[in-house]
């Protein structure tokens, strides 16, 4: 049932992507500059191409590796900085002006900032940190603050051990902003890791080869590289989705 | 257990005033119509509301409560077995046997409330009555010296609540029961003490 209404989602789906791709062929048409666009033949021809090549997927095992562990700090980071504010009025009043700082300040400020202070190949790792890191927190403390304060009076009355009120409660109550928010971030991270790589220049990386691909005006690879950005953000979504939000409905 | 001179407002609102209440082994129903401050005192002697003023003695020193509150308060994703046991002390790691023990009892107190074939559903799947009765068996599996029942029939079908009164009258022995109710009938079914209010003071 489940695997028939997602396959007919899919066969809806196609008729704009066609639709679509007739656009983007439309507008080749007319530009007729290869500078500028390239056809979808062209570029899927090319993307093929590239994928056969070992550095294609030492690229992206990198970029995808280094955005991921920025992604899995912002994670552990934010939870553990929102259940202390939660906690604690002082922490929350001293942390706020602090991530909404972060959250306000541009990734390419961060990225030139971060250049001048750390290796260029710990770039997308603090970038996806920093991005990340205020869609967990905002996320995860308004789960904990909207728990049940009547829940949690029970508790009280029964002198219920601390990780019992975490794992029943807390957890139950929160996980599902938190997933939220990884979902949200999940893409966050991928788009502004791979900026940082590209500012930064920082080799074997999938942001180097989009850098390449500007200066030497190869708009095929440019393209293709493109494409492949979008088609492993997506991937990586749905894996989340996935592994994560099963058991999140579950939790439910 | 003894309360002495218990005064109590809410804004201008005087809920309780100069309350003093004495409560020995066995059932005490406290009886009234709704709004005159009952739970109000139960909350209070579930430490859970400060009085303005006034005393709360316990002999021996601090007792052990539980309590069954007017609300359900139940966990609505977990089951009903883990609604019960989940206010057990059972530890985080370890502690088998203790928790083997602890599920029997959840088990046994269940079946007891008539819900033997009902104990792995969820919470919100169950009827008001049935979630009753779990928070009932929440309250009995606790380890207290004081029960305080805030109307704990309320919502139970004709069927099932004498059984169910029956099962607090079995629990009551050798424990101080405090049962606060407004229907006189539940009262005069648990016997014991009888305090009828029309408003407290």
């Known amino acids: 049932m489940k695997i028939s209404s997602s396959f007919h989602k899919s066969l809806k789906a196609i008729p704009i992507i066609l639709f679509w791709l007739l656009v983007w062929e439309a507008a080749n048409f007319f530009i007729e500059s290869n500078l500028i666009i390239v056809s979808p033949r062209e570029t899927f021809a090319r993307l093929f191409a590239l994928a056969q090549t070992a550095d294609f997927w030492r690229s992206i095992g990198t970029s995808m590796g280094r955005i991921m562990y920025g992604f899995g700090l912002a994670l552990g980071a934010g939870i553990i900085i929102a259940a202390v504010s939660a906690r604690f009025k002082l922490f929350h009043q001293l942390m706020l002006p602090a991530i909404n700082a972060i959250n306000a300040i541009p990734i390419a400020s961060f ?82 890791g791979i900026a940082a790589e590209l500012i930064g220049i920082v080799r074997g990386t999938i942001g180097a080869n989009l850098h390449t691909a500007r200066i030497f005006l190869q708009t095929a690879d440019l393209f293709a590289w493109t494409i492949a950005i979008v088609l492993l953000s997506y991937l990586m979504e749905k894996l989340f989705m996935l592994v994560f939000n099963r058991r999140g409905v579950k939790w439910k | 257990m003894e309360i002495k001179n218990i005064y109590k407002s809410f804004g201008d609102n005087k809920v309780l005033e100069n309350i003093s209440m004495r409560f020995d082994e066995g059932i005490t129903c406290i009886m009234g119509p709704s709004g005159r401050g009952k739970t109000t005192l139960a909350y209070i002697i579930a430490r859970l509301v400060a009085p303005d003023s006034g005393e709360i003695s316990f002999p021996g020193g601090q007792k052990k409560i ?34 083997r023990e602890y599920l029997e009892r959840g088990k046994e107190l269940l079946t007891q409330a008539g819900l033997a074939d009902s104990m792995y559903k969820k919470a919100a799947e169950l009827s008001g ?3 009753r ?34 099962m607090v009258k079995s629990h009551a022995a050798g424990k101080t029961v405090i049962c606060i109710t407004h229907d006189p009938a539940e009262a005069e079914f648990l016997g014991g003490e009888l305090v009828a209010v029309n408003r407290l003071e």
């Open chain 2, 66 to 99: 539980s309590l069954m509150f007017q609300e359900d308060r139940l966990l609505e994703w977990e089951n009903a077995i883990s609604n019960v046991l989940f206010v057990t002390k059972s530890p985080i790691l370890g502690g088998v046997r203790k928790k």
């Open chain 2, 129 to 131: 009555g049935m979630k």
């Open chain 2, 133 to 166: 009765r779990v928070c009932l068996c929440r309250a009995l599996i606790a380890d207290y010296d004081l029960l305080i029942l805030d109307e704990p029939f309320k919502g139970l079908d004709s069927g099932i609540k004498p059984s169910i009164m029956d």
């Open chain 1, 111 to 192: 990225t030139i900032l971060a250049l001048m202070a750390m290796q260029a190949r710990n770039l997308p790792v603090f970038v996806a940190f920093v991005t990340v890191l205020p869609i967990v927190f905002y996320n995860t403390h308004k789960g904990i603050v909207s728990t049940d304060p009547l829940l949690l009076e029970m508790a009280d009355v029964f002198n219920v051990p601390p990780w019992k009120r975490i794992f029943y409660i807390y957890f139950k109550t929160v996980a599902p902003y938190v997933l939220s928010a990884a979902n949200v971030g999940i893409g966050f991270a991928w788009k502004s």
